[in-house]
T-cell receptor, first 114, second 116 residues
Framework: AQKVTQAQTEISVVEKEDVTLDCVYE???????LFWYKQPPSGELVFLIR??????QNEISGRYSWNFQKSTSSFNFTITASQVVDSAVYFC???????????FGKGTTLSVSS | DTAVSQTPKYLVTQMGNDKSIKCEQN?????MYWYKQDSKKFLKIMFS???????INETVPNRFSPKSPDKAHLNLHINSLELGDSAVYFC???????????????FGPGTRLTVL
């Protein structure tokens, strides 16, 4: 069975703190895709990053970085020097293959205060 | 240019009514989806269409009927609305099941349905 677990329900930090959002997934597929989406208070779902199962290279994009480790089935997301605008619900999701449904975790609500 | 659009953004209606939500994408994608986000923010697939053909049909009451007039549109019709149907409904699209396709799903802004 496919499953995504985001154990952190809510995280509160003060601006400029670094914060890591955890994501653990379960799948028996050898090829799969992992995603992070952001849902700000305005409600839309914004795509942040996609990672293929065969590509364990970690990625940094500005203040965002992602750590993909197949050995621990984890795909964690770090925000460096958090800002108030980072306040949102962050979803990790698993995709078995093109044209299939995203399997979402329950989301982590991040609150960044000034 | 809006990539995936939905109308209406908000929908308030009485129990028992029939309503539709429309979705359009201008990304040239072949596959479109409907997801439901419940009050606890949990997102779950309802349907997906590839080139106007239904390919995913999760366990959803048959009061919900998707219709795809062409590959750029996927509408959701709901009959006999119930209180439990209150949720946010998201449309999404992706390049679909083509070999080598980058199958990132892009979401519309969501439709918040409130059933009174």
């Amino acid at each position: 069975a496919q499953k995504v677990t985001q154990a952190q329900t809510e995280i509160s930090v003060v601006e400029k703190e670094d914060v890591t959002l955890d994501c653990v997934y379960e799948t028996r597929d050898t090829t799969y895709y992992l995603f992070w989406y952001k849902q700000p208070p305005s409600g839309e779902l914004v795509f942040l990053i996609r990672r293929n199962s065969f590509d364990e290279q970690n990625e940094i994009s500005g203040r965002y970085s992602w750590n993909f480790q197949k050995s621990t089935s984890s795909f964690n997301f770090t925000i460096t020097a958090s800002q108030v605008v980072d306040s949102a619900v962050y979803f990790c999701a698993l995709l078995r293959g093109a044209g299939t449904a995203l399997i979402f975790g329950k989301g982590t609500t991040l609150s960044v205060s000034s | 240019d809006t990539a995936v659009s939905q109308t209406p953004k908000y929908l308030v209606t009485q129990m028992g009514n029939d309503k539709s939500i429309k979705c359009e994408q201008n990304l040239g994608h072949d596959t479109m989806y409907w997801y439901k986000q419940d009050s606890k923010k949990f997102l779950k697939i309802m349907f997906s269409y590839n080139n106007k053909e239904l390919i995913i049909n999760e366990t959803v009451p048959n009061r919900f009927s998707p219709k795809s007039p062409d590959k750029a549109h996927l509408n959701l019709h709901i009959n006999s609305l119930e209180l439990g149907d209150s949720a946010v409904y998201f449309c999404a699209s992706s390049s679909g099941a083509l070999a080598g396709a980058t199958d990132t799903q892009y979401f519309g802004p969501g439709t918040r349905l409130t059933v009174l």
